[in-house]
DNA sequence: ATTAAAGCCTAGTGTTGCTAGGTATAACTT
DNA sequence: AAGTTATACCTAGCAACACTAGGCTTTAAT
């Protein structure tokens, strides 16, 4: 659903935050007024890929009265990724208006 | 590289002409500034998987002093088509854009 | 005690668009 | 005349992506 765009998604939902899977499928949903609610069987195997390409790093937490959780962080280089990213969607998406005709 | 946006951007390229493959990727190239310029095997398949679904129909075409081409025009549910993927880019864009914190 | 919610995970699959080829005709160069 | 470039069409195979459809565990609510 998100069409190659999820890593992009995913890099500035997280931005200088640190969460973990499920609160980023929330935050996902706030932040895009309930466009994008994506199954976790996106939102996992993504992460996983990301921090294996060192954009993101992981750890568990405990906290106190709740279960264990893995939160991930923005790496240096996910963090430059991120700003490649979106200058990336801006040209991508000015491409695309351009040939649509649309929001010209 | 139109990661999920090939197929509307093909109906909007063809829009209300009747243009052969070769033409349409010189046209994709020249509407989006030089932004996409696809290669034959993504264009041909994607033609003929449009007039599967029937959303566009072709013809031989024999030009005076020129090699048979195939042209391909919209049907009337491509136009249709057309009109649903051109809001449903307008609407995932902004969602991307909102969550991307990019051209809000 | 049961159910629901929070939280993580993977295997398998369909779609997509790419690479890397092949073929044929017309136009332009040398 | 020969060779190259541009025009024009095509396919097989492949890799990436994100989805479906499951499974597992722990905490909260009923």
Known sequence: ML?????AVLLATIGDDALHG???IE???ARSGGHFDLPEGTI?????RLELA???AS????PNGGRKRRVYALTDSGRQSLVERR??????????DRVLGARA
């Open 44 to 48: 996992y195997p993504a992460l996983h």
């Open 22 to 24: 499920y609160a980023i």
């Open 87 to 96: 200058a990336g969607w801006q040209s991508f998406a000015s491409g695309i």
């Open 54 to 56: 060192g954009l993101l």
């Open 27 to 29: 935050a996902i949903r």
């Open 59 to 62: 750890r568990w937490v405990q």
């Open 3 to 7: 069409k190659g765009h999820l890593d």
